[in-house]
């Protein structure tokens, strides 16, 4: 009978630079709330997070590992290419980190990516309209969000340029028929655009759904949105909500420091 247990991954807690220590646990937090939250696609799709004080060496899931399973230790560091730079016994999937390696590599501020594909991103994505201004949620990503269309799996080093083009120097990307994108100069940064973003797609599409008229949000109001966003979270940003969800997982399962 085959083994199905997760295999032991030494922990390295006091090993790595507290920098390093540090990313790696706000990215597993990461990974654990994308499966609290659902956002979770089995065992595909990215969160990937450049170590502090490198320049080409990042954090990835290690490939067949769930979301719900990652752990601070068990992240895998590559380098730009996706090889393993350490002797981690997971593999990783270089094809997943095309999108993610041509992000970090054009855009120093990107520190951390999230790419997901979920139901009512990819639902959202493949609408014409896109991302429609019906909702409060709605007005964050609209204010720095960008497409790109689908050009098949992303496995081709010549789509590189083209995402990076489009994307510039926004904080939310959507993926054509693909899925939805933020990035952020931590973790934290990145997962709360992204539960924004996603919150803006469930809202479209039960609006959608419902069958009657639809109330768009003025376009005057879009204006100036960063500016309020700053005055609601008092200028933490994403730092207000962070400690709220880590010890939201705390009380959970705290296994995603060791």
Known sequence: MNDLSVPHVRSLAGKVPEAEWRTRVELA??????????WDDLVYTHLTARVPDTDHHFLINPYGMMFEEITASSLVKIDLGGN?????????NPAGFTIHSAIHAAREDAACVLHLHTINGVAVSAQRGGL???????????SSLAYHDYEGLALRDDEKPRLVADLGDRTF??????GLLTVGATPADALVAMYIMEAACTIQVRAQSGGGELLQIA?????GIEAQAKAVTRGLGAGLAWPALLRKLDRIDAGFRA
């Open 84 to 92: 393993k730079i350490d002797d981690s016994p997971w593999q990783v």
């Open 29 to 38: 937090a990461a990974y654990r709330l994308a499966a609290l939250f659902k």
């Open 132 to 142: 429609l201004p019906l909702s409060q949620h709605s007005i964050f990503p609209l």
């Open 173 to 178: 990307l959507m993926l054509r028929n693909h």
């Open 219 to 223: 376009p005057a109001i879009l204006k």
